[in-house]
């Protein structure tokens, strides 16, 4: 099905873009993360990558030719697919793009507004961080109201539908507003914050806003810029009494916290009323959550009676959405199948220990099972492909993505011609991919153009479990733990170590006697490891 590529917002203040250069033709054939074109901000001529799959069927903007923000750039979909529906949809929808700009500096959109946004102040709106980023969540604030800020400076860390990335400013001055608290999630271009001259009174203009966005705005957010530090009191070093912390609450008695602070609290079983906001006017935020060191004595733990109804509702996290949407798309929309191998991992215990004793070296199992399913995969590109409407694809370079568990759900980075690396250099980018992954500092082109998944539990002490295909790739392999159990080897029963292996296939691109030909082809390589470096 035909997709409609939009003038992407690549800045925070761009309403417009030129096409500097195209990259790619009508009639070329797209893959995820191919750069389609160069665009020319109001900052800078950026990079513009696709983040669709297909032939390129319309270029709506030549070179040198500018167009607002969400105007129709492109259409890329299936070669000969009729399209004349969606241009005759143009001018329509540039049209109504221009009728819905809002004047950022007047405060206006296509509501009148009484009230008009002070000279020198410049709103700071939720960027459009990726090509399908709808909202976005507020992981952390680096700032606060009333801190100076320097163009350049990183303002928040921002969660889309794929990463959580920094968001820096592109403006001088005082924060004198901040419209989503850590946590809370907005549209895109909804008021995030406002920056301006310290002392500028914008509370007026706030109020009027509360008819003319989507995000619900709090006055009492807007504090005043001088405003005194909280008073902490001190405990006593080896005093065992214990200090009653001071509450953060509002004028009538509320606990003043963030939505994500609340939860964090709920899920550790934590009372408010016991941790010191470092937030806004002592506001309690997730810092304060995650430094909270319960003092001897104080209970930290939530006791429910007996007999009493419990539960805790976590709201889902933009990463969460993502995940429930694809694994549900993939799991109703390609026929599954799967194929169970057990190998024999003696020889690989054997290579592991000798490799490992070289000089600053150290590989895994799981940095073996990657090598050698690129090198299969490079045998059997039928494995290596992905179903597409008109076509199956077979790639004849290997990516493949090794899934890895986060606090919030699961990424899948992506180890780039896996098959051309040696062991040390894919156990260097998986270690290093799994460290940016626990710090959510994971870019998007580094989670995408996988050919084929590797999910594996074994260190968790899972045996066997099948996964959900990471489309749009034709298969992945689940790994489970060496055990050490009774075999048969030689007529003789010795003790031996083993690993299961599951295949899950699509079975509109992989046949089951292919995907049992890649697995005869892995347990090669898995089983006699010497044979991956001579």
Not at 94 to 121: M, W, Y
Not at 490 to 507: E, P, Q, R, S, Y
């Amino acid at each position: 099905m035909a997709e409609i590529i939009r003038m992407p917002r690549l800045s925070d203040t761009m309403e417009e873009g030129t096409v500097a250069k195209w990259l790619k033709k009508v009639g070329d054939q797209i893959k995820e993360g191919d750069i389609l074109a160069e665009i020319e901000t109001d900052k800078a001529t950026m990079e513009f990558e696709s983040f669709n799959e297909g032939e390129l069927l319309h270029i709506g903007i030549p070179e040198g030719g500018s167009a607002a923000v969400d105007s129709l750039l492109a259409i890329i979909g299936n070669k000969g697919e009729d399209i004349s529906s969606l241009l005759s949809e143009k001018n329509l929808n540039v049209l109504n793009s221009e009728e819905k700009q809002t004047d950022v500096h007047s405060g206006k959109n296509s509501t009148d507004v009484s009230t008009a946004l002070p000279d020198g102040i410049e709103i700071i709106t939720m960027p459009r961080l990726s090509d399908t980023m709808e909202e976005g969540t507020v992981a952390k604030w680096n700032k606060k109201i009333g801190d100076q800020v320097k163009e350049g400076d990183i303002l928040a860390e921002i969660e889309t539908d794929k990463a959580t990335m920094e968001f820096e400013s592109f403006y001088s001055g005082t924060l004198l507003y901040i419209g989503l608290q850590e946590g809370d999630s907005a549209p895109v271009d909804s008021v995030l914050a406002v920056i301006g001259e310290k002392g500028t009174e914008v509370k007026a203009w706030v109020e009027s806003q509360k008819v003319t966005t989507n995000t619900p705005i709090k006055t009492e957010d807007i504090v005043t810029v001088d405003h005194a530090p909280i008073q902490v009191p001190k405990v006593k070093e080896n005093s065992t009494q214990i200090s009653q912390p001071q509450k953060s609450t509002s004028q009538n008695g509320r606990i003043v916290a963030s939505p994500l602070a609340k939860k964090l609290a709920i899920e550790k079983g934590i009372d408010l009323s016991r941790i010191y906001g470092s937030g806004d006017q002592g506001r309690i935020i997730k810092r304060d959550i995650d430094q909270y060191t319960p003092t001897v004595g104080v209970a930290n733990t939530v006791f429910v009676p007996k007999g009493t109804e419990s539960m805790t509702t976590i709201a889902n996290s933009q990463m969460r959405k993502t995940i429930a949407k694809r694994l549900a798309a993939s799991k109703f929309t390609a026929p599954h199948y799967y194929l169970g191998v057990e190998f024999d991992m003696d020889h690989a215990i054997s290579f592991r220990e000798q490799y490992n004793t070289l000089p600053n070296i150290k590989i895994s199992f799981n940095d073996i099972v990657v090598k050698a399913s690129a090198l299969a995969l490079k045998q059997h590109p039928q494995v290596n492909a992905k179903w597409e409407e008109s076509q199956i694809t077979q790639h004849h370079h290997v990516h493949i993505g090794v899934a890895v568990a986060v606090e919030d759900g699961l990424v899948v980075p992506v180890v780039k011609f896996a098959d051309e690396m040696d062991l040390p250099q894919i156990g260097a980018t998986v270690k290093e991919y799994a460290l940016k992954a626990k710090d959510k500092k994971l870019t998007p082109n580094e989670m995408e153009g996988s050919t084929f998944t590797i999910s594996n539990l074994g260190m968790f002490g899972i045996q066997e479990f099948t996964s959900i295909i990471n489309q749009p790739n034709g298969a992945i392999l689940s790994v489970g733990a060496i055990v050490q159990k009774p075999v048969v080897k030689n007529g003789a029963i010795v003790v031996g170590n083993t690993m299961k292996l599951t295949l899950a296939c699509d079975h509109r691109v992989i046949d089951g006697a292919t995907g049992a030909q890649f697995l005869q082809t892995l347990r090669g390589y898995v089983e006699n490891p010497l044979t991956m470096v001579l």
